[in-house]
């Protein structure tokens, strides 16, 4: 079955106070329950920022290189995520308008390609 990844930016979420941001942790955990109970949820976080970027990595001559902290080029950067497995598009646009709804704030889809198809 296809996977989906639902993605949100943090640059598209507005400051929140906590009672605020309580209130979306509750209505999208609702959301997720429902994905729970239909067999559709794989995994998914959230509250990522600038801040919980604890360290980047890159190649350098065949080698791994470590730089501490953030290592953002532009502002833009992941906020949260979940991934789903859904039969089809359709399906996925349901649960990321769900979440979309739950949070108040846009949410982007990705379909994963099938890098290993099987032949029936």
């Not at 953030?70 to 991934?83: D, S």
């Not at 399906?91 to 029936?120: C, I, K, N, S």
Request: net charge negative; glycine share 6%; hydrophobic share 40%.
């Amino acid at each position: 079955m296809p996977e989906y990844l639902i993605v949100f930016n943090d640059e598209w979420v507005p400051e929140h106070t906590m009672e605020e941001l309580e209130h979306k942790r509750d209505t999208s955990m609702a959301v997720i329950e429902e994905m729970k109970s239909a067999g559709v949820y794989v995994y998914g976080n959230g509250a990522l920022d600038a801040s919980t970027a604890l360290f980047s990595v890159e190649a350098k001559n065949g080698e791994p290189v470590f730089t501490d902290g953030p290592y953002v080029e532009t502002k833009e950067h992941l906020g949260g995520f979940c991934v789903i497995e859904a039969p089809d598009e359709d399906a996925a646009r349901y649960w990321a308008g769900r979440l979309t709804v739950a949070l108040d704030w846009p949410q982007e889809v990705h379909r994963f390609p099938d890098m290993f198809p099987t032949e029936e």
